[in-house]
């Protein structure tokens, strides 16, 4: 949980400046201890201060006490930098794999969780003070996306529309020009000028090279290797309106509809999707096989499997799965078959294993002599309970029907396999083993015919 990156997006305030941000180098036996990559971030936000406390923490280094740092704070800063401190080993564990935090959803994953527009779109908040925030806030290595409006031979000004990657921002109402300079632009084979590549109008993808809060001046470039290398793969140059960033579509639609937050998270599909829990943990890097609590005691204590959020999901599931299906059986006694299939389906829906469900709709299938369907439902039910015996004794009636149907339509070898499969089902089954029979007889009877008419042309001839 990155608390510099939640406190930097939900104030439009800017930070206090508690110190000029820290030098990258570190002692490399805190390296060790922390992962410094995540705690840069947070010192670079809390101050200079920050890194020497967590020093001073793990015997590192010692600090002398009331520094001009410190008194300056305010008591909520001294008491959230005092957390960071205490919790440094958690907040900051070492991963066993790099994990790329994404702040904005790809066109892929637009619906498999809510994405909506940054919460300041349905707030009154005035220009002035956001455009403030906005260029204290943006930081080299950001990636942005706006419209070239304007160009020239040392390059084009490019009006920003949004701020993707680490912080999702909509900011084309803010009127800000960046510029990108002709020397930040990547060759295109035929165009002997990079610049002549480009039109007024279009969108591109750029990455962040300077900000100057001083003067209100950005400069973005379109080459790879001014990109952080988290951010190694993003694609920099023209993009299309399909391309733009979910948060930043859904934006416009916001101008249009004029929705209400509660309205416009309703009409995402990814809200409703059940497993968004899930993937968000997972983009998030939070496991749900351990304790993700700041809690150190939790992390100490082994919890059971079935105390975890999953299994106690599909523990619920199964019990919405299996009062469905007992809905179901009553509806199809009374022969009110769509209903019941109405039922079944909504119980595979909570539970896809539910061997209950799947017995009983292949039981409806095959009642409206739908055999083959019935033959997957019994099949996947003895895949997951082989011992089922509802589910043994309807796959060898159905198999018996199978192979009845076949013999009428003159397949009598399909016919054979049917009758095969029900015996290793049930290898007492007399019924199956008496079909079996006259199905073999009566294939060596028409082999023999066969024979004796393949002679007959050769005397003949």
Request: net charge negative; glycine share 4%.
């Amino acid at each position: 949980m990155d608390l510099s990156r939640r406190f930097s997006q939900g104030s439009l305030a800017s930070p206090p400046t508690l110190g000029s941000p820290p030098t990258l180098g570190s002692p490399p036996a805190l390296g060790h201890l922390v992962d410094m990559t995540m705690m840069d971030v947070s010192a670079t936000f809390h101050g200079s201060s920050l890194r020497a406390r967590i020093q001073e923490e793990f015997g590192l280094s010692e600090m002398t006490a009331g520094n001009d740092t410190e008194r300056a704070m305010s008591l909520f800063q001294q008491r959230m930098e005092s957390f960071i401190v205490r919790k440094a080993d958690v907040l900051f564990q070492t991963r066993a794999t790099s994990h790329v935090h994404r702040a904005h959803a790809g066109k892929d994953e637009e619906d498999y969780y809510a994405v909506l527009p940054p919460l300041e779109q349905f707030m009154a908040v005035p220009i002035l003070p956001a455009k403030e925030r906005f260029y204290k806030m943006v930081q080299s290595g950001d990636i942005v996306v706006g419209k070239i409006v304007s160009l020239k031979d040392f390059g084009f000004f490019v009006k920003l529309l949004c701020l993707t990657s680490r912080r999702a921002r909509d900011i084309q109402d803010m009127d800000i020009t960046a510029l990108c300079p002709s020397s930040d632009l990547p060759s295109h084979g035929a165009h002997q000028r990079p610049i002549e590549y480009y039109h007024t109008n279009d969108i591109i993808q750029a990455v962040v090279k300077t900000v100057s809060a001083v003067d209100d001046r950005i400069v973005v470039s379109l080459k790879p290797n001014h990109l952080p290398q988290l951010l190694a793969d993003v694609y920099l140059g023209i993009v299309t309106s399909d391309d733009l960033p979910v948060h930043f579509r859904r934006s416009q639609d916001l101008q249009t509809s004029q929705a209400s937050y509660d309205q416009l998270l309703q009409r995402v599909w990814g809200f409703s999707n059940p497993s968004n829990v899930a993937y968000l943990g997972e983009v998030l890097d939070i496991a749900d096989k351990h304790p993700p609590s700041l809690m150190r005691g939790l992390h100490r204590c082994p919890f059971p499997q079935e105390d975890f959020a999953e299994s106690l999901r599909q523990h619920q599931s199964s019990k919405w799965a299996l009062a469905c299906v007992g809905t179901g059986v009553q509806h199809f006694k009374a022969g009110r078959h769509v209903d019941a299939m109405q039922c079944l389906e909504k119980a595979l829906t909570f539970d896809p294993e539910n061997v209950e469900a799947l017995v009983v709709r292949g039981a409806l299938y095959a009642n409206k002599n739908s055999l083959l369907r019935a033959m997957e439902d019994f099949a996947q039910a003895l895949k997951l309970n082989p011992g089922h015996n509802n589910a043994r004794k309807y796959m060898c009636d159905t198999l018996l029907a199978r192979g009845k149907q076949l013999q009428e339509e003159g397949e009598d070898e399909e016919a054979m396999t049917a009758y095969q499969r029900a015996l290793v089902i049930n290898p007492h089954l007399q019924e199956a083993s008496h079909a079996l029979e006259q199905v073999k007889t009566k294939l060596e009877v028409r082999k023999k015919q066969a024979v004796l008419q393949a002679q007959q042309v050769l005397l003949l001839e």
